[in-house]
């Protein structure tokens, strides 16, 4: 079978309209990178989506590929996908060749979601394309229909060359992409680690980076006020000698 003619099953129950908007835990979704859009929303963590690219662009002459772990999860608004972890899969074994999975890779994937993830998911798979952009082909439909087919389940598509992402939802049966989330960390004991930080260990904001400004502004300006202050005392001081006898000749007048 040529995996190029693969067309996707269409199985119209396959669609993220029908995730229940109450699955999985209620969790507050916070911290996200854009507005929310109403409706299941894909999530990654920021340090995922760095582990993800650098595992993408560790060798851009073949694609690379792995799962994507997470849960799904609820808040008011909608059910939403959160991508916590992945595991790193295979290469492609050549330029020529697509990723895919291989039984030995499946095992190991298993292995390490039994033991370093048994409360969470594998939530959908990414791999790359080199050079050659965000779009799933005949190959890549077919493992996400015969792998990754539950209504939550996503293929990524990273190309590490433009540097640009896609994620793929199913909407009635098919892979369609969908703009994502971005959740910034929270600390490992899950909230704002930020808080207990002294202030030099902080990761840098938008906040603190104009506190930053602010200060060298106002630093530049004493330095300023304090240079003409001084010259101005220097020079009346040396008009007040001069005129009370002092034979003092003055730098300017
Ligand atoms: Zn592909």
New binding site residues.
């Given amino acids: 079978m040529d995996p190029k003619t693969v067309e996707q099953s269409h199985r119209p129950e396959l669609d993220i309209s029908r995730i229940a908007p109450d699955s999985g835990q209620v969790r507050l979704l916070r911290r996200i990178s854009n507005a929310r859009e109403p409706g299941f929303v894909v999530v990654i963590q920021r340090s995922v989506l760095q582990a993800v690219h650098a595992h993408g662009e560790s060798d851009t002459s073949v694609?690379i590929c792995g799962v994507l772990v997470g849960n799904v999860y609820h808040d008011r608004i909608s059910p939403y996908l959160l991508i916590e972890a992945h595991i790193p899969g295979d290469k492609a074994t050549s330029q020529q060749t697509?990723v895919t999975f291989t039984a030995e890779t499946w095992d190991s994937i298993q292995k390490e979601m039994e033991q370093k993830y048994p409360d969470k998911k594998i939530v959908g798979w990414y791999?790359t394309?080199p050079g050659f952009g965000v779009f799933?082909?005949g190959?890549?439909l077919f493992i996400q229909d015969n792998f990754f087919n539950l209504p939550w389940q996503v293929a990524w598509?990273y190309d590490p060359i433009a540097r640009i992402d896609g994620v793929f939802v199913w909407h009635e049966g098919k892979s369609e992409k969908q703009d994502f989330l971005i959740e910034e960390d929270l600390g490992e004991w899950g909230y704002d680690f930020r808080a207990k930080l002294p202030d030099d260990q902080r990761p840098t904001t938008v906040e603190t980076r104009r506190d930053k400004r602010m200060r060298s502004f106002r630093w530049i300006t004493g330095v300023v006020l304090a240079f003409m202050i001084c010259f101005l005392g220097v020079w009346f001081l040396l008009r007040y000698l001069s005129e009370i006898g002092f034979r003092v000749r003055l730098p300017i007048e």
């Fill in positions: 694609e697509q791999h394309h799933l082909s190959m890549d598509v």
